[in-house]
């Protein structure tokens, strides 16, 4: 049989433990196209370019196609 610990572990130790465990700030950029925030390595959701070229259509006539 493997060890088990002698004693109930405190919240506040638990708390000590956890302390330096949070998620960081999300990091956000501005569009080179239109200036607007936008998260890094991701298509603008304002004018949808990336990398200098659009990837997404914005314009709500040509995306529809019925």
């Known amino acids: 049989m493997p060890p088990h ?6 919240s506040s130790r ?3 433990r956890w302390s330096h ?3 960081p700030p999300m990091a956000i950029t501005t569009c080179a196209q239109c200036r607007s925030p936008k998260p890094p390595h991701t298509v603008c959701p304002t004018c949808g370019y990336y990398g200098g070229r ?9 995306s529809d196609q019925t």
């Open 5 to 10: 610990p002698k004693k109930k572990r405190s």
């Open 14 to 16: 638990k708390g000590w």
């Open 21 to 23: 465990f949070q998620k």
């Open 54 to 62: 659009e990837v997404i259509s914005m314009n709500p006539e040509e």
